[in-house]
């Protein structure tokens, strides 16, 4: 089902402030996903194709999923706030209070067994902790029975590439494909 007409009820009480039809950008994925991700807001490149994570932090994003043999179309990928902020700001603080219940709606439909922030605003709103990503990433913590693991956000890395191989052994976690540092018997055999 299409997402607007899924959350209807939050879409027609939603304050008109905080909505704008041509800056909106709904969630992807399977609604029966093991995982979800969580990101801040969507940019010029997610507007444009109406997903999430399309642009160069998404690409970014998709390459170390790659890189670690994840499906990316297995993850349900969200947004906090939902509507592209004006001049790509930081959201503001009104504005994810009045998204933040479709994002716990969510959460409960699609019922994942991980939930993974990305980077501090997703990660502060959920874990509800004043900690800077730096200290808390790749941490598996609790939240009303579900794991939530808040990690790097993709755009991060784009500016500091030591965060690169951070994220991605965060992510391995995460999806249980943890480097075991075993070599194969096929390597000694080259
Ligand atoms: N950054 C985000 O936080 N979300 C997107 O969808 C794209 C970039």
Known sequence: MAFREKYSDFFQNLNEEYFNEERFV???GPEDA???MVGEAPGENEVEQGEPF???AGK???KILNDIDIDRSEIYITNLVKIRPPENRDPKKEGI????????REIE???PDMVLTLGNFASKELLGKK???TSIHGRIFSREGRKI???YHPAATLYDQSKTPVLEKDLRKAFGKEETGQTSLKDLQQ
């Not at 209070?97 to 716990?104: D, G, I, V």
Request: net charge positive.
């Open 26 to 28: 709904p969630a992807v």
């Open 34 to 36: 093991e995982v979800m």
């Open 54 to 56: 399309v642009g160069r």
């Open 60 to 62: 970014k994003l998709n």
């Open 97 to 104: 209070k009045a998204w933040k219940p479709l994002l716990e």
């Open 109 to 111: 439909e699609v019922d």
């Open 131 to 133: 900690k800077g990503i």
């Open 149 to 151: 693991m808040p990690i």
